[in-house]
């Protein structure tokens, strides 16, 4: 008699074990919603939903990539409709400098003018040392130098930048000047003040020439995968770099790219960069200013006719250069457009791939809470049982 309550016990404890494992799942299952604790429960449907997994937190950072790199955008937007307002609000530039071509406006006017312009100047600067969070949304792939600097008249911009794998700034001083030959025609010159990339006893033609190192900063991308385009071909990826002198000149970093020899960028009517700032924004109101301060206010250098002739020539100049602008502001636009419609669609994929999950690994409710209740009266069952068997008899203690 004792023999056979030795195995009873044995296989109640056995079989009471396996109910209470039973009951633990079921307890597990309602409250994860999963159907399956591990791979060798359904090896199939468990690894499918490790795919599904990988998939969805791939499509989470993504989409909280791209909330942060809009955000970038935008500032730059605003960079790029600011200086476009510069040119075109009223008051503005081409308001000023309408305003000076009158014969009308003579001496203390014209120095107003003069003062207003300038501010104008410093006001596109400030623009483009605009920041986002901690860095610099016009600095390409320096994110921590303030790219550009005005001197106090308005004549050089220095431009500061820490190349990828340089750990000192190289700083340009572009000074725009007026032609001792050509009186009336402005134009911008560049020099290398201080870097690793400058070389100031030989500059011309070298790849430390300022111009190579304006075309190698325009040239910086920085294309990131946000479910938009093939990693495979970083060129449908998106470019989120808009480098302030590409936002002046209207030159892309693709453009700079495609039309650079030897380091250095022509267009293919043989304009370089500096050219192209010379037409930009802060060119043609500083041509205008330096117009102004020498043919309008100096009584040994008055010339009407010539500042007539200059400020004419400027305000054709602003034309083209409010084209260069609205065109890298509408790109601005397009790229924030076109995230907002990668970040739904993310959104959607996101949604399917957890319908996707809960069809492979989901459990059903329905069935989980009757699974748990046929588990709990097992359960309760197997212990009801158990007190009974272990009821102490006198046959328990007879040899």
Sequence with gaps: ????????????????????????KSFNKISTGAAYESAADSPISYYQGKKIDNQFLDVKSKAALIKDVQNRIYQQELGARDIQQVLTREGGARTIVMRARTGTTTGTA??????DLLQMQHEIVNSLNVQYQDFYVYGGNDLATPPFSLSADGTTLTFSHIF?????????EMTLEESPTNPGQYA?????????????????????????????AMSEQGRID??????????????????GLNLLTGISSDAVKASTTNGVYSDKDGKGILDYLNNSALGVIGQAKQAIDKYGTDDA????????????????????????ISTVYS???????????????????????????????GA?????????????????????LGAQLMSSSLFDFMR
Aim: no cysteine; hydrophobic share 30%; glycine share 6%.
């Design 188 to 216: 911008y010159s560049a020099k290398g003040v201080s870097g690793p990339g400058i070389n100031t006893t030989s500059l011309t033609g070298l790849p430390n020439d300022p111009e190579a190192l304006l075309t190698k």
């Design 110 to 115: 014209l120095d107003t003018l003069s003062a």
């Design 1 to 24: 008699m004792r023999v056979t309550n030795s195995m009873m016990y044995r296989n109640f404890t056995s079989s009471t074990n396996t109910v209470h494992s039973r009951l633990n």
């Design 301 to 324: 250098t008055k010339d009407a006719a010539k500042l007539d002739e200059i400020l004419g020539r400027v305000l054709g100049e602003m034309t083209m250069t409010e084209h260069h």
């Design 364 to 384: 059903d409710a329905y069935e989980s809470i009757i699974d748990m209740w046929e588990n709990q009266y097992s359960y309760s069952a197997s212990l009801k």
């Design 164 to 172: 990828p794998g340089e750990e000192e700034a190289t700083v340009i």
């Design 226 to 243: 946000i479910g938009y385009g093939t990693i495979r071909d970083q060129d449908t990826l998106l470019d989120t770099f808009t480098g």
């Design 331 to 361: 790109d601005l636009g397009n790229k924030y457009k076109l995230m907002e419609t990668t970040y739904d669609s993310l959104n959607k994929l996101s949604d399917n791939l957890k319908e996707q999950y809960t069809d492979i690994m």
